[in-house]
């Protein structure tokens, strides 16, 4: 069975959520009150983007990561290479109705595998995650696996191949702590950094959906979740 440690109240410390419906529309502020009432508090706020801290006990962590080696099995890991032509250190594939790729033609949600075959269902346990930090009962769209081995990043970009901003990306970290940049809604100017831990969780919503973010670097062995160390990134969204 899945565990919050936010359930049980491990850590979690109010945020300051003022000016968070600021950029929202009114679609975001019907989605905002179909939201159940259950959403808990997130441990901090950087720019309106918030983390969970914990999120994921050790227990829940596990069983998340069984469900995702099915995932794989079924959906193997690619190396995407930019509209450029350069090729990307995070190894990538999906689960849910559409997968996120990106090669020579560009990026782009498709509905099928490079191999042909449908992306899997997106596991219960992610999903159970998503419900519990948005609270909608619209679920994702896309689940986006990445995998940081050593020396992989991500460069600073924007999440914007989606229809509806109004609805948040939900992010969960399994593995190695990660170096995540957060920056603003147009490229440059000054950013925060935030270490993310196994088991953490972010929601970039509101005021923070188009914000700049990446991945600077994974402190290599820092968690004993995946035995040859590295990090898992699962990236929620609501495509169409
Ligand atoms: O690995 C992360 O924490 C961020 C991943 C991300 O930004 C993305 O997939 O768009």
């Known amino acids: 069975m899945l565990r919050f440690a936010g359930y049980i109240g491990?850590?979690?410390?109010?945020?300051?959520?003022?000016?968070?419906?600021?950029?929202?529309?009114?679609?975001?502020?019907?989605?905002?009150?179909?939201?159940?009432?259950?959403?808990?508090?997130?441990?901090?706020?950087?720019?309106?983007?918030?983390?969970?801290?914990?999120?994921?006990?050790?227990?829940?962590q596990v069983s998340m990561l069984e469900e995702l080696r099915d995932l794989v099995a079924a959906a193997p890991l690619l190396s995407p290479q930019t509209p450029y032509g350069r090729p990307m250190s995070v190894r990538m594939t999906s689960a849910g109705k559409y997968g996120w790729r990106s090669d020579r033609t560009g990026y782009r949600y498709e509905s099928r595998h490079p191999s042909g075959a449908p992306w899997p269902a997106i596991p219960g346990s992610v999903l159970s995650v998503w419900e519990a930090v948005t609270g909608l009962r619209r679920q994702p769209d896309c689940c986006l696996l990445n995998f940081y081995g050593a020396?992989?990043?991500?460069?600073?970009?924007?999440?914007?191949?989606?229809?509806?901003?109004?609805?948040?990306?939900?992010?969960?970290?399994?593995?190695?702590?990660?170096?995540?940049?957060?920056?603003?809604?147009?490229?440059g100017g000054r950013t925060e950094s935030v270490w993310l831990s196994s088991g953490d969780v972010v929601v970039m919503g509101g005021e923070s959906r188009l914000l700049y973010h990446g991945v600077d670097r994974i402190r290599h062995g820092t968690s004993g979740l995946l035995k040859e160390g590295g990090r898992i990134n699962l990236t929620l969204r609501v495509v169409d």
């Open 10 to 60: 491990m850590g979690i410390r109010p945020c300051n959520r003022t000016g968070q419906t600021k950029f929202m529309s009114c679609r975001a502020d019907r989605i905002m009150r179909e939201r159940q009432d259950t959403v808990p508090e997130p441990t901090i706020a950087v720019r309106g983007v918030t983390v969970f801290r914990e999120f994921l006990d050790s227990s829940a």
């Open 151 to 187: 020396g992989a990043r991500m460069g600073m970009h924007q999440d914007r191949d989606e229809a509806d901003f109004s609805f948040p990306v939900v992010s969960v970290s399994l593995g190695d702590d990660a170096l995540f940049r957060i920056g603003n809604r147009t490229r």
